[in-house]
């Protein structure tokens, strides 16, 4: 049930509109997330502004998708999960790929040690310490994919918790969050 109003892209004037009008324009329809965001024009603006500079970065759009789906279970948040699925689903995820980004998982040596570096970001608040650092770099992560994947999770971060605080409603096929997810048993340093 929502807890802060969803804003109607149809009845929103001033600087909402217009942000809802671009998001209209770009996706063909204005999700609950950004009806929500849209409350605070500036929080709006930021994060599509951030999306949008992210999107020009290193990471390919699946691997944006992956990040985001392993920072949705990590952080247990079903409006995140449902969206990113259906976006990486419509991106050419597999079901497989989708099920193991969500376990922070990958085939590609690559993509699994950002996954990995994405997850241990969160369950420990970003607390890696050298270790972590050591990790990541002998998985082949430059600074730079370290940098652009610190900035994946805060973006992600900040769409869950605000989901988390609003109860989103759900404008996505629904997929239910893995019971029980042990994100403190990451093996990350």
């Not at 599509?48 to 944006?64: D, H, I, Q, V």
């Not at 376990?103 to 270790?131: H, P, Y």
């Not at 629904?174 to 990350?188: D, F, I, K, M, N």
């Amino acid at each position: 049930m929502n807890r802060i109003a969803h804003l109607d892209p149809a009845t929103t004037n001033g600087p909402a509109k217009q942000l809802f009008d671009a998001v209209q324009a770009k996706l063909g329809a204005v999700p609950n997330l950004f009806r929500v965001l849209g409350n605070s024009p500036a929080a709006l603006n930021g994060f599509l502004s951030l999306n949008g500079a992210l999107a020009a970065g290193a990471f390919p759009p699946k691997l944006r998708e992956q990040i985001a789906l392993t920072v949705a279970e990590t952080n247990q948040c079903a409006y995140c999960l449902s969206a990113h699925a259906f976006v990486g689903g419509r991106l050419g995820l597999s079901t497989q790929d989708i099920a193991d980004a969500r376990q922070a998982d990958a085939t590609d040596k690559r993509t699994d040690a950002i996954l990995k570096l994405a997850q241990s970001i969160v369950v420990q608040r970003g607390e890696l310490g050298a270790t972590g650092l050591d990790q990541a770099r002998a998985a082949g992560l430059t600074d730079g994919d370290i940098v652009e994947t610190v900035a994946h999770v805060a973006l992600n971060i900040f769409s869950n918790y605000l989901n988390h605080i609003a109860g989103t409603v759900i404008d996505f096929p629904e997929v239910p969050l893995t019971q029980g997810h042990a994100a403190s048993s990451c093996a990350c340093g």
